[in-house]
């Protein structure tokens, strides 16, 4: 009877442990808005911001696209090159915007707002590095 007690006890701490281990990959998504560039040129145009944040991709290896002037599509790759995430960055001559679109392998549920903690890793990251896009040019 003894063995069929702590037989209990161990796989309900298993299963809590892995509840809890799985539970703590997701986190709320990150919401990137209208978040400033530094240092723009009095007389900037949009032309130079999208060659600024094209650039911030290349130097990054994330495939980006033009989709509209003001917006352009990444593509932000996992190391695994498995799990991805679709996000479109609007901007203009001041500031820009993140906003997720799709996602590969990240566990998004859009009813609690969650995902993988890596598409915020990324996404932070992207913010960054598009903030001082003009730094670098």
């Known amino acids: 009877m003894r063995s069929f007690k702590m037989n209990a006890v161990l796989i309900v701490l298993c299963a809590t442990g892995m509840f809890l281990f799985t539970g703590c990959r997701t986190k709320y998504m990150a919401k990137i808005q209208?978040?400033?560039?530094?240092?723009?040129?009095?007389?900037?145009?949009?032309?130079?911001?999208?060659?600024?944040?094209?650039?911030?991709?290349?130097?990054?290896?994330?495939?980006?696209?033009?989709?509209?002037?003001?917006?352009?599509e990444a593509i932000l790759i996992g190391r695994n090159q498995v799990s991805r995430a679709t996000?479109?960055?609007?901007?203009?001559?001041?500031?820009?915007?993140?906003?997720?679109?799709?996602?590969?392998?990240?566990?998004y549920n859009p009813k609690t707002n969650k995902i993988n903690h890596n598409y915020n890793n990324w996404v932070l990251r992207l913010e960054r590095d598009l903030s001082n896009a003009y730094l670098r040019k």
């Not at 130097?59 to 352009?72: D, L, Y």
């Open 87 to 107: 996000v479109l960055i609007k901007y203009d001559v001041k500031r820009f915007s993140i906003i997720y679109k799709d996602s590969t392998e990240l566990m």
């Open 34 to 72: 209208d978040t400033p560039f530094y240092s723009v040129p009095a007389d900037a145009q949009l032309s130079q911001t999208t060659e600024a944040i094209m650039e911030v991709g290349k130097r990054r290896n994330i495939p980006m696209t033009i989709v509209k002037p003001g917006e352009i």
